[in-house]
């Protein structure tokens, strides 16, 4: 490739090598070859059950308030 830097067109490497595209086809290459999973088992997986959060909790909140509230006032 050093012998052939005056024919590099960066423009074309970048479109061809670093476009969403490419990694988003990079990605499901990996699922797909370490996983086994295609793009229509992953729309059929639906997400984890929903509702009670950790964080959806009163004590998880006021922590996060103190905590927030204790960097404040150190900063000062």
């Given at each position: 490739m050093e012998n052939e830097?005056?024919?590099f067109q960066p423009r074309q490497y970048i479109l061809e090598n670093l476009s969403l595209e490419?990694?988003?086809g990079?990605?499901?290459a990996i699922y797909d070859k370490y996983f086994g999973l295609t793009i229509e088992q992953g729309?059929?997986?639906s997400a984890g059950?929903?509702?009670n959060w950790r964080n959806n909790?009163?004590?998880f909140k006021?922590?996060?308030n103190l905590k927030n509230s204790a960097k404040?006032?150190?900063r000062r």
């Open positions: 830097w005056q024919n490419k990694q988003a990079d990605l499901l729309r059929r997986i059950k929903s509702g909790k009163l004590y006021l922590y996060l404040h006032i150190l």
